[in-house]
């Protein structure tokens, strides 16, 4: 028997006995109207603007509108028109740079940051939310849950391989307390929530 064998064989007899894991706390379901407001009131603090929608027309409007007064625009939502497949094109970081406004639709929303979670399923490139100027995410009333420990309970990354929560505009006053917007994400977050 090998040396290396001899040292495997002693760290298999000497193994810790195995304990379970403990269970995962409950936590009750929250009041949805307070779910809405906290989410709102957590996201305004932090620097977003939120708007309350019941359709597609006033994101319609504003993404036509962005188009029309020369900005480029990516768009990955069907219902607001046709989704960019030219993002997914894209690979170059000067390419991307360019990118004034993206409109992504977010799976759900957490109350207690305000934090949306996007993930592969609604984005050609990963880099959109990070590299783009301003962001628009769009995210369902009935989405939107307490804490993150119901959202963890709701999301999947084994199913697309990727996501990321998201909340606010990027910001940081690491360096001599002096605050950076878009240091490393966009400058502005526009939240449409859809009821």
């Known amino acids: 028997m090998s040396s290396r064998e001899d040292i495997l064989k002693a760290i298999s007899q000497n193994k810790p006995a195995l304990v ?58 069907s219902e607001i028109g046709t989704p960019d497949v030219s993002i997914d094109e894209m690979s170059s970081s000067v390419d991307l740079e360019k990118i004034d406004l993206s409109f992504v639709r977010g799976q759900l929303g957490v109350a207690e940051n305000s934090a949306i979670w996007v993930d592969d399923s609604n984005l050609p490139n990963r880099l959109l939310p990070f590299i783009c100027q301003h962001l628009v ?11 993150m420990h119901q959202a963890y309970e709701k999301i999947n990354t084994f199913k697309t391989g990727w996501g990321a ?13 002096s605050l950076v ?5 966009a400058r502005s977050l526009v939240i449409y929530i859809l009821s």
Do not use: C, R
């Open 20 to 77: 379970e894991s403990p269970a995962m706390p409950v936590y009750p379901d929250s009041d949805q109207t307070s779910v809405l407001e906290q989410f709102i009131q957590t996201a305004e603090l932090i620097g977003s603007k939120v708007i309350q929608l019941k359709d597609w027309q006033e994101i319609i409007l504003e993404f036509e509108n962005a188009k029309a007064n020369g900005k480029f625009v990516v768009n990955t939502i």
């Open 165 to 177: 929560f998201i909340a606010g505009p990027s910001k940081t006053a690491d360096i001599e307390q």
């Open 181 to 185: 917007i878009g240091a490393h994400g």
């Open 137 to 147: 995410l769009v995210v369902e009333a009935k989405t939107l849950v307490a804490t």
